[in-house]
């Protein structure tokens, strides 16, 4: 019984994969194409659009600032003052050896600091983790997209072009169907997207080298002292473990509007978001209903907080999620419109 099971949920991904090879193949390959002529663009003229927004306004702007250095628990913080008052402060928490002295500093010459970085260091202190994690963010916005779009179509196109009663007589049940598809939206799509985020992130780092290398620092040094290495890593998989969770609730209604929708899933979706709202602001006074869905959402649409984070958001999700899929199923098996 296991085996046929695990041979039916098989050829159900297989299924998926083969009908959206185009989201799951060419789609993570478009975006690393796409991310690369960006990031060398950016990378050739990052230093002539600096120069363009003022780049010698800068130069001319400290030589008329008095420096200071003044060491403070163990680190260094540089004050430049000019002689309106206004003041500058810049700090360091590097050794003061390796800063040197002020002597050392002139307006015309850049400073090369080449220090080790201690490896009790916080966090906060890796810059390019910071980088990553939103670059990351930004590009994982695709896949959600996609997939939104997916689910909102798995249900609908079958009944449309009449395949609905030749996927219903092959042994398989709506249930197992709708979770496979969720499944595939939650964790595989993402998952294929992930690595494409990964290597552009990689691809990232080493164009990169080429600019910082050109204003007179060693670039591995400069990745290696600002990036953790496992950190990072370790943040990757964690947002994708994370996303298959917040996104649950998302997605579960999506598939449920694809069962019940007769022509359009994105219209019907929008409708029915809209109706929702409405009658809860009618009725109560409130907009509950909107701002709940927002949390299960990820940064830049709402807030940068883990859904984990909160165990009660976590279960009332996954309960709403499976709500919305009982439903899905029962009008998988008893659907309200077929393509006459």
Known sequence: MNYFLSSRIASLFRREFFENKTIVILGPLFLVMVSLIVIIFTALFVDRVGTFFGGRLVGEFLQGLDASMVEVEGGLEIKFSDTEGGAISIESFEAKE??????????????DIDVDVDD?????????????????????LVPLLISINYLLGCLLYDRLDGSYFFWRSMPVSPKEEIIVKLMVALFAIPLIFGFASFLIQILSLLIFIFPIYRIGLDPISVILENLDISNWVWF????WLDRGVMLAPIFSFAVLISSLAKRSGFFTSVFAILTLGFLEGVLFGSNNFIDGALLYLPWPISADVRIVDSPT???????????????????????LFFNN
């Open 313 to 335: 958001s976590l279960v009332a999700g996954l309960i709403i999620a499976c709500f919305f899929l009982v439903m899905a199923i029962y009008f998988r098996s008893r659907p």
């Open 98 to 111: 390796a800063l040197g002295t002020l002597d050392d500093i002139s307006n015309t010459k850049a400073i």
């Open 120 to 140: 009790n260091l916080v966090e906060g202190s890796f810059k390019l983790n910071e980088i990553l994690y939103y670059l990351h963010k930004l590009i994982m």
């Open 236 to 239: 990757l998989i964690l947002d």
